[in-house]
Structure formats: C-alpha cells, structure tokens
Nanobody, 112 residues
Framework: QVQIVESGGGLVRSGGSLRLSCTASGFAFGYYPMSWYRQAPGKEREFVAEIDRVAGTTNYADSVKGRFTISGDNHKNSVYLQMNSLKPEDTAVYYC?????WGQGTQVTVFL
C-alpha cells in the first residue's frame, strides 16, 4: 500500500523560509514525477511545483517561481520544497502527490 507523508509545515513570519519534506513508501516509484500542491481556505487545490526525478527537470507555478525550489532524493524516496521569501498568500495546506496518491497535507501559515 502506498503511503505519502509530508512534514515541515509551520508558522512563519512574512519573508521567512520553510522546507517541506515528502516521503513515499510501499511503491517502486523511482521513475515517476512527484509534485506539490496547495489548498488555501475556501479555494481549490492548485499546482505548486513538480520534479521529474529521471531527467531532473522541474516546473513551477508562476506564483512561486524564483521563491520555491523543489528537489528530490531517490535513495530516500523523498522530495522537498524549499520555500523562501514567504508571503501571507502562501498560507495553505501543502500536499505531496505521486501519480494518484496524495499525502495528508502539512499546514503552512505565513503572518505579517
């Protein structure tokens, strides 16, 4: 059974940084892309970033380009999201996705 577990969320002042982690287990997922999404209160879930862990290529939503960096560690079955220059509008539950599998999410709250 596939399990996706996120961690690293928290409360941070505007302009600060957080690093989210996502670890997958129960699946030989070494060759599939993994991605981060987020959902703010009252809004739909939206794409944040994706990494192709074979080619090493990445893709970002326009709203986070230049501030967020996605990376992966295939040996640890993990992907990470380094978030810098955080803004209040980044406040959301952040979810990790592998194919049709989702984690439970981790809360990120940015205050002024």
């Amino acid at each position: 059974q596939v399990q996706i577990v996120e961690s690293g969320g928290g409360l941070v002042r505007s302009g600060g940084s957080l690093r989210l982690s996502c670890t997958a287990s129960g699946f030989a997922f070494g060759y599939y892309p993994m991605s981060w999404y987020r959902q703010a209160p009252g809004k739909e879930r939206e794409f944040v970033a994706e990494i192709d862990r074979v080619a090493g290529t990445t893709n970002y939503a326009d709203s986070v380009k230049g501030r967020f960096t996605i990376s992966g560690d295939n040996h640890k079955n993990s992907v990470y999201l380094q978030m810098n220059s955080l803004k209040p509008e980044d406040t959301a539950v952040y979810y990790c996705r592998l194919l049709s599998h989702w984690g439970q999410g981790t809360q990120v709250t940015v205050f002024l």
